[in-house]
């Protein structure tokens, strides 16, 4: 993505015009993540777009060459759709314009931003960015930076008091398709969606995290294989039943899963989860969307 030279503004007659607050758009998933845009409310409006000479443009063939617009009207920040081929959407939904939130999350194609609004923009910045360091942008999940080192923590805590893990190790069936057939925008929407349905499960004592691309892991602490395979088919079936539509189209998703667990040779969460791997890949050869340990 690249950015208009922006202007930061600063000084009495900024803080009238917005209450005191800066406001700025990060880009948290896509291309050059964690770059910055300061929003200047005295401009009539900032637009978003794959043509260069956009105010705010994004390397993207999902993003329209005019995609959306940023305005700032009555002491509110609002976003436009500038009826774009694939939409802008706000904290999950598609809007025509809607008003802007401090926190507010705007997809735009693959582009992911996030709007923050804060009397001290730049502390809200670098926590973002240390968000970022721990978070997958997409999903709003853990990343698997923070799953290993958070596993790594868990197999000693194991190793030194004989204690069970288990770690879940699943992947959306035929993803691919999904992508090929409807697009990569429907991909990315299954994964967002399915994250947060998912998420919505998980007790405060377990991890759930993006691993790659369409695979994902839950760590499971204290936790046998028997009641693992139990919480894997809950998550299983729940992606089954779970009606994804995308663009008006229902999209058919199912997971398969792998259970893996813990044993006293293992010193690394490579093994577990190359434990899990192998359970998964059984899953997989006895015909998709089902748990095997």
Same mark, same amino acid.
């Given at each position: 993505?690249?950015?208009a030279?922006?202007?930061i503004m600063r000084g009495s007659a900024f803080d009238a015009d917005t209450g005191g607050a800066h406001e700025i758009l990060v880009t948290i998933y896509g291309s050059r993540i964690g770059y910055k845009v300061d929003?200047?409310? +005295? !401009?009539?409006?900032?637009?978003? #777009?794959?043509?260069?000479?956009?105010?705010?443009?994004?390397d993207d063939e999902s993003?329209?060459?005019?995609?959306?617009?940023?305005?700032?009207?009555d002491g509110v920040w609002f976003i436009e759709d500038l009826r774009?081929?694939?939409?802008?959407y706000v904290a999950g939904s598609p809007? +025509? !314009?809607?008003?802007?939130?401090? #926190?507010?999350?705007?997809k735009v194609?693959?582009?992911?931003?996030?709007?923050l609004s804060t009397s001290n923009v730049e502390a809200a910045y670098y926590e973002e960015i240390y968000r970022m360091a721990i978070f997958d942008g997409l999903t709003q999940i853990h990343n698997r930076r923070y799953f290993e080192e958070y596993t790594e923590r868990e197999i000693s805590r194991c190793r030194r008091h004989e204690r069970a893990l288990s770690l879940l190790l699943f992947d959306v069936d035929k993803f691919k398709r999904i992508n090929d057939r409807y697009g990569h925008l429907s991909g990315d929407y299954v994964l967002r969606t399915m994250a947060a349905e998912i998420a919505g499960r998980m007790r405060k004592e377990e991890l759930f995290a993006r691993y790659a691309g369409d695979e994902f892991v839950i760590v499971l602490p204290e936790t046998s294989t028997e009641d693992a395979s139990r919480f894997a088919e809950i998550v299983r079936k729940m992606v089954d039943e779970y009606d994804f539509e995308f663009d008006g189209r229902a999209l058919p998703v199912t997971i398969s899963v792998g259970v893996g667990a813990f044993t006293p040779d293992m010193v690394s969460p490579a093994q577990l989860v190359a434990a899990a791997d192998a359970a998964l890949y059984r899953a997989k050869e006895h015909g998709r969307n089902r748990v095997s340990t």
């Open positions: 993505m690249r950015g030279q922006t202007r929003l200047d409310p +005295t !401009r009539p409006s900032t637009v978003v #777009g794959r043509d260069l000479d956009a105010d705010i443009s994004v993003v329209s060459r005019r995609h959306c617009r940023l305005m700032f009207l774009s081929t694939n939409g802008t809007i +025509t !314009r809607a008003p802007l939130r401090d #926190g507010d999350l705007i194609g693959s582009t992911i931003f996030k709007f």
